[in-house]
Structures are given as structure tokens and as C-alpha cells.
């Protein structure tokens, strides 16, 4: 699989799979019971090398397609996501959030979460409960909760989460301690290991009240109706989900959900402004006038495609209105 060459953590393969099912029954033996499904490309692919190491578990994942996962009960536990490469968009109890490569994210105890990746490669640390209650104790830190991690937190954790995947992927006894109990692979586990998770804890619970680690406020404010308009005045032309987010200094998927709160994507409003387009052109049509004309006036590139979604939303196909249009001269 070509994800291979760019994997941590190569000693401790545990799934390597382009079956979804196989995935998520793999995941639910070790992560929260979830639903999920493939957003695209369809060519999903997905390999997961995993370590347990003295006092955290660290996953390497690779994945291919952008995937939608549902969470199907509640956890306790913490846990760091570091992309190394793509985003991950994270809807927490109702609290949008992102994990980009210059941002890692700490998700905290959660009634519920939708967890969006990108295709990405993203180191995943699970840190139980007690174990962040245990650092965050030990030098008078409050827990931390479900918080983006910038500036120099940001830049520590993710160097410390990468040395500690390479350290593993080093060690020559860390696959053996696989195999022991978590009291007795913690109490055996190689001394840079042991450093390494203990630097990268302190790091977490010290910068859990810094100003660089706070919760940040849901960044859902977008101004739908000026974006259906920017939409109407070009919907002739080629137009990309990238556009829409830059100009409204949003995510993609935030875009996604603001239009889904007034009952439709950014596409099928989209399609809709052309549709309604291509009506009015053919209810003004002229002798010479030709459907695959109004098509491209419209913004719509497949002929077929067109008139099919005409006749869905109109009830005939767009030949019928032009010829009823010249009938009624």
C-alpha cells in the first residue's frame, strides 16, 4: 500500500486494510463504538500501527480517504491528535474544533463527537483518565479539557509526540513488553520512552491554563446569506469549496454546516441559482435558442447531468420546455 513509505511506527503493524468494516470493527476493540463512512476519494485505504508504552498508547494512521466517524457512547479518557500531514475536524459535544499539522488538539472526557479526517497521517495518543489526573496533580495543574494547542505548546508537543514515535520504532524491547500487563510494561519500559511520555504529559497539563491552550470559541460564525449571494453572481462559472472558505474565513465544513442550518449544501444551493437560471432562459428563449446553450450559460458542464437534474427539479426535461417556449409563438 503506498502509505507504507510514509508510516512511524513500522515495528508494531496492526491493521493494514482498504475494507471500512474491517476498520471499524478493528478501531472499536480500542476507541469509542462509532459509525462511519467514506466522504472520498473511494480508493479508502487505511494502515494503523499501534504501541502501548509506559503510561500512553500511541497510534501512527494513515489514511487515504476523508471519512466520517460518529461516536456511539461516551468516554473518559484523553486524547492528542497530531497530523502530520491533512486536518482533522472534530464536532465535541456539540463544539466545533480542528487539528491541522501547526495546531494539535487534546480531546478531553466527551458525551459524544463527530470526527472528521482528511486524508491524513496523524500520530493519535490515548492517555487514560487517571494518567492525565495523575500528571496534572503532580504539579498543581488543573485538568485540562477539549483545547486546540498553539504557538509554543503547539511546536513541544508535536516534536515530543514524533521523537516518542521514533524512539519506540527504535527500541528492540518495546515489542516484547507488548505482551505484559500495564503495571508491568510501565515499570519496564525503556528509559528515553519513560522520558519522553513524561515530557510530552508535563507539556499538556503545564500549558492546560495558558492563554495558548484555552478552549477556543466555536468558529461557526458565518455569514450564509452574504455567501449565497457571492454564489448567484458567479454561478455561471466554475466555483470550488475553497473559495467559499477563504472568503468566509471558515473551514470547509464549517461553510458545509452553516448551509446545511438553512436546509442545503453549498452545492445544491448552487444548483438550484443554475437551475432556476436555466428556467428563465428558456422561458425567454428565441428561435435559434439551443439546450446545450443554455446549459453552459447556466454553469452546467454534463449535458446529460443537466437535463436530468431539470427534470427533477421541473418536471420535464429542458427540450420539452424550449419546444413548448417555440410552440407558443
Not at 497530531?82 to 459535544?93: H, N
Not at 507488548?178 to 519513560?194: K, T, Y
Not at 429542458?318 to 424550449?322: I, T, V
Given at each position: 500500500m503506498p502509505l507504507r513509505s510514509h508510516s512511524l511506527l513500522t515495528r508494531f503493524s496492526l491493521l493494514d486494510t482498504r475494507s471500512l468494516a474491517a476498520a471499524r470493527q478493528a478501531t472499536s476493540g480500542f476507541w469509542p463504538k462509532h459509525t462511519s463512512v467514506v466522504l472520498g476519494?473511494?480508493?479508502?485505504?487505511?494502515?494503523?500501527?499501534?504501541?502501548?508504552?509506559?503510561?500512553?498508547?500511541?497510534?501512527?494512521?494513515?489514511?487515504?480517504?476523508?471519512?466520517?466517524?460518529?461516536?456511539?457512547e461516551p468516554t473518559a479518557d484523553?486524547?492528542?491528535?497530531?497530523?502530520?500531514?491533512?486536518?482533522?475536524?472534530?464536532?465535541?459535544?456539540?463544539?466545533?474544533m480542528t487539528a491541522t499539522a501547526a495546531r494539535p488538539l487534546?480531546?478531553?472526557?466527551?458525551?459524544?463527537?463527530?470526527?472528521?479526517?482528511?486524508p491524513t497521517r496523524c500520530l493519535v495518543v490515548d492517555i487514560p483518565a487517571a494518567?492525565?489526573?495523575?500528571?496534572?496533580?503532580?504539579?498543581g495543574a488543573r485538568l485540562p479539557s477539549h483545547v486546540s494547542i498553539d504557538a509554543a505548546p503547539a511546536a513541544a508537543v508535536i516534536r515530543l509526540a514524533t521523537r516518542l514515535a521514533a524512539a519506540a520504532n527504535r527500541s528492540r524491547s518495546l515489542a516484547a513488553l507488548?505482551?505484559?500487563?500495564?503495571?508491568?510494561?510501565?515499570?519496564?519500559?525503556?528509559?528515553?520512552?519513560?522520558k519522553l511520555e513524561d515530557q510530552l504529559l508535563d507539556v499538556l497539563v503545564h500549558a492546560g491554563g495558558s492563554a495558548a491552550f484555552q478552549r477556543r470559541p466555536p468558529s461557526d460564525h458565518c455569514d450564509v446569506e452574504a455567501l449565497k449571494a457571492w454564489l448567484a453572481a458567479r454561478a455561471h462559472g466554475p466555483v470550488r469549496m475553497?473559495?467559499?472558505?477563504?472568503?468566509?474565513?471558515?473551514?470547509?465544513?464549517?461553510?458545509?454546516?452553516?448551509?446545511?442550518?438553512t436546509g442545503c449544501t453549498p452545492l445544491e444551493y448552487l444548483r438550484g441559482v443554475r437551475l432556476e437560471h436555466a428556467r428563465q432562459m428558456l422561458v425567454a428563449a428565441t428561435a435559434t435558442t439551443t439546450v446545450a446553450e443554455v446549459a453552459r450559460a447556466a454553469g452546467f458542464t454534463h449535458l446529460s447531468r443537466f437535463a436530468i437534474e431539470y427534470r427533477g427539479r421541473f418536471g420535464e426535461l429542458?427540450?420539452?420546455?424550449?419546444a413548448r417556449r417555440r410552440g407558443g409563438r
Open positions: 476519494p473511494e480508493d479508502y485505504a487505511l494502515e494503523l500501527n499501534r504501541a502501548a508504552l509506559g503510561r500512553t498508547i500511541l497510534t501512527c494512521v494513515s489514511c487515504t480517504s476523508r471519512i466520517r466517524v460518529i461516536s456511539a484523553f486524547t492528542l491528535y497530531v497530523p502530520l500531514r491533512g486536518e482533522i475536524e472534530m464536532l465535541i459535544d456539540d463544539e466545533q487534546l480531546r478531553g472526557t466527551v458525551r459524544s463527537f463527530v470526527f472528521e479526517p482528511s494518567t492525565m489526573r495523575a500528571a496534572a496533580s503532580a504539579v507488548q505482551r505484559f500487563s500495564a503495571r508491568d510494561r510501565g515499570a519496564r519500559m525503556p528509559e528515553p520512552i519513560r475553497t473559495e467559499l472558505s477563504k472568503r468566509a474565513g471558515v473551514s470547509q465544513r464549517t461553510v458545509e454546516r452553516s448551509f446545511l442550518r429542458p427540450s420539452q420546455a424550449l
